[in-house]
């Protein structure tokens, strides 16, 4: 199974990754996994590293809708992106951004950062979601058992949001409730069906940890979709719950 079929996502659209713990790695992974046999546009809504804009696909610095189209017609996979201080890529021109969809299979973007860190708050000002997509929550299950002061970028907004103080240790019913929250990663997501959960890090973890998390998931938004995985693995899905069980 590619990880694409394990999150339940469609044959085409638009799809929003947040959270922390393997951002990058997912968006790397679903590129390569859609551009196969489909036409996928890479971006960011806030700020990537030159490297990973390259690992992507062709870089298009700048561009019109116009270079864009011609770039797919050579290449599966594109990232689009500005320039952008300090070796970074910025969010690429509103009027490229806007005809992406109707140019490519999908159109894929890291919508927030997490600096490193395995989970996350968001502050005011994020995610960046592209409009009408697909959400996936990812979470680095490292985090699990550890001070949410120590693994969480933005603990205070954290700890108010769950009710604990910052330095209390992050358990798996924590981690659901962080990754469920309208105001932690399933933040501007109108429709709960769009979303989907991405526990990375299995290998860090025992596994009844792991499926802790999934379960408490699945009961504070029945349905909702979560695999477990460990993307530095070649076969990297190790459990995935459906929302029926």
Same mark, same amino acid.
């Given at each position: 199974?590619?990880?694409?079929?394990?999150?339940?996502? $469609?044959?085409?659209?638009?799809?929003?990754?947040? %959270?922390? %713990?393997?951002?990058?790695? &997912?968006?790397?992974?679903?590129?390569?996994?859609?551009? #196969?046999?489909?036409?996928?546009?890479?971006?960011?809504?806030?700020?990537?590293?030159?490297?990973?804009?390259?690992?992507?696909? *062709?870089?298009?610095?700048?561009?019109?809708?116009? @270079?864009?189209?011609?770039?797919?017609?050579?290449?599966?996979?594109?990232?689009?992106?500005?320039?952008?201080?300090?070796?970074?890529?910025?969010?690429?021109?509103?009027?490229?951004?806007? /005809?992406?969809?109707?140019?490519?299979?999908? !159109? &894929?973007?890291?919508?927030?950062?997490?600096?490193?860190? +395995? #989970?996350? @708050?968001?502050?005011?000002?994020?995610?960046?979601?592209?409009?009408?997509?697909? #959400?996936? %929550?990812? /979470?680095?299950?490292?985090?699990?058992?550890? $001070?949410?002061?120590?693994?969480?970028?933005? +603990?205070?907004?954290?700890?108010?949001? *769950?009710? !604990?103080?910052?330095?209390?240790?992050?358990?798996?019913?924590?981690?659901? %409730?962080?990754?469920?929250?309208?105001?932690?990663?399933?933040?501007?997501?109108?429709?709960?069906?769009?979303?989907? #959960? &991405? *526990?990375?890090?299995?290998?860090?973890? +025992?596994?009844?940890?792991?499926?802790?998390?999934?379960?408490?998931?699945?009961?504070? &938004?029945?349905?909702?979709?979560?695999?477990?995985?460990? *993307?530095?693995?070649?076969?990297?899905?190790?459990?995935?719950?459906?929302?029926?069980?």
């Amino acid at each position: 199974m590619r990880l694409c079929e394990a999150l339940g996502l $469609p044959e085409s659209g638009v799809l929003s990754l947040v %959270g922390g %713990g393997g951002k990058s790695s &997912l968006l790397l992974r679903l590129t390569k996994e859609w551009s #196969v046999d489909r036409r996928v546009v890479a971006v960011t809504t806030t700020h990537i590293t030159r490297a990973q804009g390259e690992a992507l696909g *062709l870089l298009l610095l700048g561009g019109s809708p116009d @270079a864009l189209h011609a770039a797919l017609r050579e290449h599966s996979a594109v990232c689009a992106a500005l320039s952008a201080e300090g070796g970074k890529l910025s969010p690429p021109p509103p009027t490229l951004l806007r /005809a992406a969809p109707t140019l490519a299979d999908w !159109v &894929l973007a890291e919508a927030d950062g997490a600096h490193g860190f +395995p #989970v996350k @708050a968001p502050a005011c000002h994020e995610p960046v979601l592209l409009p009408g997509g697909y #959400v996936v %929550g990812v /979470a680095g299950l490292s985090a699990l058992g550890r $001070p949410l002061s120590e693994v969480c970028h933005r +603990p205070s907004l954290a700890a108010t949001l *769950l009710g !604990v103080p910052p330095g209390a240790a992050l358990t798996p019913s924590l981690l659901a %409730g962080l990754l469920t929250s309208e105001h932690g990663q399933r933040k501007g997501v109108e429709d709960p069906a769009r979303f989907r #959960v &991405l *526990l990375n890090q299995a290998d860090m973890v +025992p596994r009844h940890l792991a499926c802790a998390a999934a379960a408490e998931i699945e009961r504070l &938004l029945p349905g909702c979709r979560v695999v477990i995985a460990s *993307l530095r693995e070649e076969d990297c899905i190790k459990e995935v719950f459906d929302g029926c069980s």
